[in-house]
Nanobody, 118 residues
Framework: VQLQASGGGLVQAGGSLRLSCTAS????????GGWYRQAPGKQRELVAR???????NYADSVKGRFTISRDYAKSTVYLQMNGLKPEDTAVYYC?????????????WGSGTLVTVSS
């Protein structure tokens, strides 16, 4: 399984970006899709997740500003980010995850850098 993230860039505070995570197969039909981020000097944190059944959850810091969605036909999970703040600056990583007998199985994609200027 390969996950390719794209869509990062430099944007001013208040602006918008849309990140895309495209999988090499139809993995998102059976796995949840998620976005994590890691800022310099900080631990990686969950930003948003969408389950194979369509349920979503968000970090409190992005609720009301970010929206996660998916397109099965394109094997892609998106993260629409509006109202960006400088504290959203981080490398964003896409993820696919499912719960198996032995625990979680995670697949990680490449990161894409988001920089928000004040």
């Amino acid at each position: 399984v390969q996950l390719q993230a794209s869509g990062g860039g430099l944007v001013q505070a208040g602006g918008s970006l849309r990140l895309s995570c495209t999988a090499s197969g139809s993995i998102f039909r059976t796995n949840s899709g998620g976005w994590y981020r890691q800022a310099p000097g900080k631990q990686r944190e969950l930003v948003a997740r969408i389950t194979s059944g369509g349920r979503t959850n968000y970090a409190d810091s992005v609720k009301g500003r970010f929206t996660i969605s998916r397109d099965y036909a394109k094997s892609t999970v998106y993260l629409q980010m509006n109202g960006l703040k400088p504290e959203d600056t981080a490398v964003y990583y896409c993820n696919a995850m499912r719960v198996a007998v032995g625990g979680e199985i995670n697949y990680w994609g490449s990161g894409t850098l988001v920089t928000v200027s004040s």
